[in-house]
């Protein structure tokens, strides 16, 4: 079974920055994508930023120029640096890794970040 660990969330202020990690316990490029969701109160999760597996990436409208997805291929680990952090920004931001074979997708558990004004 495939676990994604997440860490980095937390408070942080407006026009501030948070980098966050998700470690897989295994290679990062067995997954076909990984990248980052988030989650408001009462909405369904929407995508963040993603990597491929080739390091093609895409992030929302919402974060381009603000966040960047990058990847550690010796640690297995995928990072979300962000920065210039709004109040909108605060959400539970979870990893999320697509595989080629059966179960097809796996979440980390989350990680709040929160942004005060």
């Known amino acids: 079974q495939v676990q994604l660990v997440e860490s980095g969330g937390g408070l942080v202020q407006a026009g501030g920055s948070l980098r966050l990690s998700c ?8 997954f076909n994508t990984m990248g980052w969701y ?27 120029g603000r966040f960047a997805i990058a990847r550690d291929s010796a640690k297995n680990t995928i990072y979300l640096q962000m920065t210039s952090l709004k109040p909108e920004d605060t959400a539970v931001y979870s990893c999320n890794a697509q595989s080629p074979n059966w179960p097809y997708t796996y979440w980390g558990r989350g990680t709040q970040v929160t942004v005060s004004s």
């Not at 470690?23 to 067995?30: N, Q």
């Not at 992030?59 to 381009?64: E, H, M, Q, R, T």
């Open 38 to 64: 988030r989650q408001f109160p009462g909405k369904q999760r929407e995508l963040v930023a993603a990597i491929t597996n080739g390091g093609s990436t895409n992030y929302a409208d919402s974060v381009k």
């Open 23 to 30: 470690a897989a316990s295994r290679s990062i490029f067995s």
